[in-house]
């Protein structure tokens, strides 16, 4: 078998045994990777933690040195990149007068009444987010803030941050967004989505919010190491008693994703694993006013439900 058609059978029996197989990556990164298919990357930090990008380096799954060199091309990363002052100006607009085909990959919620709160190279993230965002074939928002809002958002905030895909609408900017919330990203979320783009040419299927199906067509609450004793109506009372923890606030039955299947820190554990309630940080609530059930908390999962 040779080189292409190794890859090709990897990258089949990836998709067919669907994203719970993402140790399979290894696999392919260990094939040699077809240079024309590279995507060209730009990422940019908005009203962000850093938090996402340090997740996806910490992936443990797959090396990020081959993620960034050998299956894709970066361009730019605030943290990763050499390049400081004039450099990123001439950088950033070399790429976007280019005309080449780049991925536009956004952290962070973006301050659209505080322009001064996130500046690089001495202009508002906004103008950048702008300019590299609607000449790019695709974007990418990770984390939750870049896609809902999140953090940067909360009540009390001033900055006046939207999600990604929001600005574009306010900007008129049409490309496809693809949409990867968690409080911080799921790594495996990320780059299992550019591998799709990077071999099939497009993103896997997505919901009406941008968020690939394979991650998140079902609510944590389904996939629930503790249904059972939901059913059994089997409640933990406290934090470290068994049971659902629906009364202690679990956001499982509204929150979308993949947790029981692929957890943090190379699928070690996950919130509820540990005995938490899960907070819906993947979700358009997050983060809630009262993150546990109390009955003055509106969006609380009430005793009832
Ligand atoms: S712990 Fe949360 S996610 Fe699990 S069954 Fe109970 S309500 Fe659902
Ligand atoms: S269990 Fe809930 S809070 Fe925990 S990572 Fe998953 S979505 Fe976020």
């Known amino acids: 078998m040779n080189r292409r058609e190794a890859l090709k059978t990897i990258w089949l029996a990836i998709v067919a045994a669907g994203a719970s197989s993402f140790l399979s990556f290894e696999d392919l990164l260990a094939a040699d ?10 990422w940019l930090h908005a009203s962000s933690c850093s938090g996402c990008s340090c997740s ?11 993620i960034l060199t050998k299956f894709a091309n970066l361009i730019f990363h ?13 950088i950033l607009d070399k790429v976007s007068a280019s005309g080449m085909p780049y991925l536009f990959v956004l952290e962070g919620g973006i301050p659209t009444a505080m322009p ?19 000449k790019a074939i695709a974007s990418v928002g990770i984390g939750t803030c870049a896609v809902f809002g999140g953090v940067t958002n909360m009540k009390g905030m001033e900055t006046g941050s939207i999600p990604l895909d929001a600005f574009y609408a306010r900007k008129g900017i049409t490309q496809a967004v693809i949409n990867l919330p ?19 040419g497009s993103f896997p299927s997505t919901d009406s919010k941008g968020r690939p199906l394979k991650f998140f067509d079902r609510t944590v609450h389904e996939h629930c190491i503790f ?41 070690t554990n996950i919130c509820i694993r540990a005995g938490h309630p899960c907070i819906g940080c993947a979700s358009e609530h997050f983060p809630r006013r009262v993150m546990f059930h109390i009955a003055s908390d509106p969006q609380g999962v009430s005793e009832d439900s």
């Open 56 to 66: 996806f380096l910490n992936i443990e799954d797959v090396s990020v040195l081959d």
């Open 227 to 267: 249904y059972a004793d939901f059913q059994e109506k089997h409640y933990a009372r406290y934090i470290g008693d068994a049971g659902c923890l629906l009364k202690l606030g679990c956001q499982g039955p509204l929150t979308r994703n993949d947790c029981l299947i692929i957890g943090h820190n190379g699928n």
């Open 116 to 134: 001064h709160a996130c500046l690089m190279a001495d202009q508002p993230i906004t103008y950048w987010v702008e300019k590299l965002g609607s």
């Open 78 to 90: 605030p943290d990763l990149s050499l390049a400081t002052g004039d450099q990123v100006t001439e």
């Open 33 to 42: 990777a077809n240079p024309d298919k590279r995507i060209n990357l730009v």
């Open 182 to 200: 968690n409080c911080p990203l799921k790594p495996e979320h990320l780059v299992y989505t550019l591998l799709h783009y990077a071999y099939k």
